[in-house]
């Protein structure tokens, strides 16, 4: 509220100045051209001279005082719009701190109790598996903070052409491994399929960023995630189709940085980065969402040539 | 208190609320979880809980609303929030709402369990109504009834607060004598709130505009210079 008090003022302080300023450019301009006309009036110059001088010095009034007035308007706006571009600037970084200290809040709290539960000789072998767990769930959320400070700073991709059946073949366990029994993940990627130009390191940031997504808010368990693959036209097209129970709202939000469904646990940055990896691979991810229809996506790869 | 107390915990984390359930099983508590908070709506609506530990970020709505939901139907229990949400705004905002402590994510399970001991205590304490106590009271414009923790004002009934109830009733006991600072502090907040003297003036700001005829000409609870408060007027109705 006092912040939007001082806004106001300064906005208030900044209009009244540019009118001062006009006033005085106007009256400067009017006394100047008052004074060439008695000038001239005296030089004996003729009336028909004295109203075209006085023409002229009228179109260089309105002239000037226009172009000053522009330019005042320009830089006017200008202000205005670097001021709110800094403000929603701030507010996402607050908004990031937030939300990021909440993700590493919750598994750190589990971490530690279940750290403070052995301590006292409790030497169940859940634990350890919680602990694990926790402790993936930490890593990825430092994943996607640096993976996100290296996006947003420019970081470059390395493209190479990538036979997705093989890559499956190869990192599925890997990314269904960090859930355990929590997630069922299958892909069906036929071999005859091109390979896609996509970077190894983001497609298994997207991947595993989805797969989260989905045992986060299935509230199922497992949560059935089902992978297939389409060429249409020069692209191939990733369909990710899970089984759990959808998102409930604001699912025009999706994919936009810290959005975060009503009610819903994350930091808002893993479908971002989704989004702007596969734009930064010059494909594009489209979200399809119905309630109580599970969780959809299309990822739209390049096809190798 | 007869047998173990009745605790209910809301949280929606899975590994926290698991290992948080058996430690406190494993002190000795009675402990029912709920996942959501249609969940908790539900214990809510089918048992009695001494005391509520509270996530404010829950999958189908938050803590808050959930503590205003207890306030109305469970006055009695005592509500702790345990919440990663460690603003100050949060904080105060919790606090506000009634809620008896404020625990930030992450924490110690002794240190939890030592406010979760003294949260039951002046809940325990708040429980016990002296005679003269009970029945409806008239302080100022309300007619507070202390065993329903409500207040009735013009002829509207809303909920009281444990402090709210702890800090009317220190004075209504004490009706005509000064109650220091100190002696309300000790009544109603734990010393790892760190509470000041300021924290109580404050709260008698809040309480003056709950029971005063005019809240800017204080007349119920006066001020007593260097020393606390005094409340002049109190009838049993």
Request: hydrophobic letters at 50%.
């Amino acid at each position: 509220m006092r912040r939007a008090r001082l806004v106001a003022a300064a906005a208030l302080l900044w209009l009244s100045l540019q009118l001062a300023l006009l006033a005085w450019w106007a009256t400067v301009i009017g006394r100047q051209a008052r004074q060439i006309a008695a000038l001239e009036a005296l030089s004996g110059a003729g009336h028909a001279a004295t109203a075209a001088q006085w023409s002229r010095t009228r179109l260089m009034l309105v002239g000037e005082s226009s172009t000053f007035l522009a330019l005042l308007l320009a830089v006017s706006l200008l202000l205005a719009w670097l001021y709110w571009r800094e403000h929603r600037r701030a507010r996402s970084m607050q908004a990031f701190f937030a939300s990021v200290t909440h993700e590493l809040r919750t598994p750190l709290t589990s971490m530690r109790l279940q750290a403070e539960a052995i301590a006292e000789g409790d030497q169940r072998a859940e634990l350890a598996r919680r602990l694990l767990e926790d402790s993936h769930r930490l890593e990825a959320q430092i994943d996607k903070t640096l993976e996100l400070a290296r996006i947003e700073g420019g970081g470059p991709l390395a493209e190479q052409a990538i036979p997705l059946h093989l890559w499956f073949a190869r990192s599925l366990e890997g990314i269904a491994a960090a859930h355990g029994e929590r997630l069922d993940l299958r892909a069906h990627i036929d071999a005859s399929l091109p390979p896609v130009l996509a970077d190894a390191g983001a497609l298994q940031m997207i991947l595993r960023n989805l797969v989260e997504n989905s045992v986060r808010h299935a509230r199922i368990t497992p949560v059935g995630v089902r992978l297939t693959a389409t060429v249409r036209d020069r692209y191939l097209v990733l369909e990710y189709q899970d089984n759990g129970a959808g998102v409930q709202d604001r699912s025009a939000h999706l994919g936009r940085l810290f959005a975060r469904g009503a009610g819903s646990s994350g930091a808002g940055v893993g479908l971002y980065l989704v989004r702007r990896l596969m734009q930064r691979m010059r494909g594009r991810v489209l979200f399809n969402v119905a309630p109580g229809e599970g969780f959809r996506c299309e990822l739209w790869f390049r096809v190798a040539a | 208190m007869n047998g173990p107390a009745r605790l209910l915990v809301v949280e929606d984390e899975r590994n926290v609320a698991e290992t948080l359930i058996e430690r406190l099983r494993a002190s000795g508590f009675q402990v029912t979880r709920a996942d959501s908070a249609a969940s908790a709506r539900r214990a809510i609506a089918e048992a009695q809980f001494q005391l509520a530990l509270l996530d404010v970020g829950l999958p189908d709505g938050n803590g808050f609303e959930l503590a205003r939901v207890l306030r109305e139907l469970a006055p009695a229990t005592a509500i702790i929030f345990l919440t990663a949400h460690a603003s100050a705004e949060d904080r105060i905002r919790g606090l506000e709402l009634g809620a008896d402590d404020y625990v930030a994510k992450p924490f110690h399970f002794r240190e939890l369990l030592l406010r979760i001991q003294n949260c039951l205590k002046r809940a325990q304490d708040l429980a016990q109504v002296p005679g003269e106590m009970r029945g409806q009271v008239r302080i100022g414009r309300a007619l507070v009834d202390f065993e329903r923790f409500s207040a009735t004002l013009d002829g509207e009934s809303r909920a009281l607060t444990h402090k709210e109830c702890a800090v009317l009733r220190l004075l209504a006991e004490r009706a005509g004598k000064a109650v220091s600072r100190d002696e309300i502090l000790d009544r109603a907040w734990s010393a790892d709130e760190f509470p000041t003297s300021r924290t109580v003036d404050n709260f008698i700001v809040r309480l003056r505009k709950l029971i005063e005829f005019d809240a800017a000409d204080p007349r119920v609870i006066r001020s007593i210079r260097g020393v606390g408060y005094l409340l002049t007027e109190i009838t049993r109705e």
